[in-house]
C-alpha cells in the first residue's frame, strides 16, 4: 500500500475484537486497514495520543423540524449539533409540516433536506395513510414511524394527523409493513388513560409540569405498560419486525425480554434524557425538562437494564423548542409542545457516566453505534470499526473536563438542559466518511456532506 487519504494514529481503537494501541487508514470514506501501530504515508496524518476512536455514534430518534418548523431547527443546525456531539449518523422523525405519511411528502422533505447535512442520515415515513406505505418505503424511508398519543391540547409535536389510536387499524399496519418488508418504529401510549387523567386535571387546575407525568405515563406507569403490551401482541401476531421507543417503565423491559426470549422480532429504544435528568431537574427547569424528571427509583431501573444488556438502543429524541415558547409551561404544560434538545451534548454526559462507573465504554459503543446499525440494516457498513465499513469514527477524550454550556451548542434554539453540568469525558473530532465535521468542538463539516441512506428491506 503506497498512501492514503487519512491516517489517524498514537490512540487505542475501539474494535469488535477489543480495544488496542494502533492506528487506521482511511481510502475514498471507507477503512482501509487497521494496525497495531504501523502506517503507510497519508495524504493526511492525525495523532491521537492519549484518545480513544470508536464507532460513530448513531442516533436513530432527533426531530429536525425540517421543513415547516424551521425556526426551532432546521437539517444545518441539527446536523452541526449531532456533529458537534459526536454523533455521524441521525434518523428524522416525519412530524414535520406537512407531515410525512404520503410518497409525495416524504420525496419532497428529501428535495428540501438533502444538501444541507453534515452528517449522513435517514427519514421515517409515517403510517396514518396506509395505502401510501409502500411508495413511502419505494421512496427510501428507513421505516415507518406509528405515534400511539396525540397532544389533547397543544397538537404538537404529537400532530393528530399522524396519531394511530385503533387497534385495529394498527394491526392491519403492521401486517402491510411486514409485508413490504420493513419495520415499525412505535411510539407508545393509552391515549384513553392519557385524555382522561388531564381532565381530571385542568378541572382541578393543577397543571403544572410535575403534574403532567401522571397522565401522560398513567398511574405506575399503566399507560406505558398497557401500550407496550398491545404492541407487543399485534407484532407478535403479524410478526412484523417492531421497535418500541420510549420505554421507560420496568413492566415495559420485563415485557419486552420476555417477547424477544419467545423469539418475536422486538426491539426497545432507551431515552438517555430519561435516565439523566432528575425531579430537581425538573423542579428547576420546569417545562425545559417536563417530562423528564423520573424518580430516583425509575432511573435506577434504566441504569440496571442498560448494563444487563436488556436496552437494544439509545436514542437522544433531540426535540427543540425555543425557551420563549416553553415559558407558559409553568403555568398549564399541556398548553406547550414538550421536549428538549439533546445532540450537543447527550453524547458528552453518557461519557461521564462511562467515567463514573455507571456503564461502560462497549456498553455505550453497543447500543449508541453498534444496534442502531443493525436496527437500520446498514450493518457493518456503519456502527463498527473494520475494514471495509464506512471510516465513520469519533473521538473521545475520557480524560476532557469542564462545563457544558449554552454558549457553545449549535442547535438553532441555543440552549441545553446540561446548560452547567460539569463533564469528565468528551468527543473531540468527529469523521463522517473520512472528512473531518468537528475538531475541538469547531464544527468545521459543509453542508451537504452528509449523504441519505436509504432504507434497507428485509
Known sequence: MS??????????????????????????????????????????????????????????????????????EDFATGSMAAAAGGITFVVDMPNTKPPVNTAESFIKKLEVVRNKSLVDFALYGAGTKMDEIPAILDAGATGI????????????????????????????????????????????????????????????????????????????????????????????????????????????FKMAKMAKEAGERISIEVNPKYMLLTEKDMERLGPLSTPYGLSEKAQNILWQCLNAGEVDVLASDHAPHTKEEMEPGWKDIWSIPFGNPQLDHVITVMLSRVHEGGTSLETLIRTYSEMPAKLLGIYPRKGVIQIGSDADLTIIDLEATGTLSDKEVYTKVGWSPYNGWKFSGRP????????????????????????FIPGVRR
Open 145 to 252: 414511524k406509528l405515534f400511539m398519543v396525540t397532544d389533547p391540547k397543544a397538537g404538537y409535536p404529537h400532530d393528530p394527523e399522524l396519531f394511530t389510536g385503533d387497534d385495529g387499524v394498527l394491526y392491519d399496519t403492521l401486517k402491510r409493513v411486514k409485508a413490504e418488508g420493513s419495520f415499525c418504529a412505535i411510539h407508545p401510549g393509552n391515549q384513553e388513560i392519557f385524555v382522561h387523567e388531564s381532565k381530571k386535571c385542568w378541572a382541578a387546575g393543577t397543571t403544572r409540569p410535575k403534574d403532567f407525568l401522571a397522565p401522560y405515563f398513567g398511574e405506575n406507569f399503566i399507560a406505558d405498560d398497557t401500550a407496550i403490551s398491545t404492541i407487543i401482541i399485534l407484532a407478535s401476531s403479524a410478526k412484523t419486525p417492531t421497535h418500541i421507543l420510549h420505554v421507560r417503565s420496568e413492566k415495559g
Open 428 to 451: 473531540v473530532m468527529t469523521i463522517v466518511r473520512g472528512r473531518v465535521v468537528m475538531d475541538q468542538g469547531r464544527v468545521r463539516g459543509e453542508q451537504g456532506w452528509g449523504q
Open 3 to 72: 498512501g492514503v487519504d487519512l491516517v489517524i494514529q498514537g490512540g487505542e481503537i475501539m474494535t469488535p475484537g477489543g480495544k488496542f494501541q494502533g492506528a487506521i487508514g482511511v481510502e475514498e470514506g471507507k477503512i482501509a486497514f487497521i494496525s497495531n501501530g504501523w502506517a503507510p504515508k497519508a495524504k493526511k496524518t492525525i495523532e491521537i495520543e492519549g484518545k480513544i476512536v470508536v464507532p460513530g455514534f448513531i442516533d436513530t430518534h432527533v426531530h429536525f423540524r425540517d421543513p415547516g418548523v424551521t425556526y426551532k
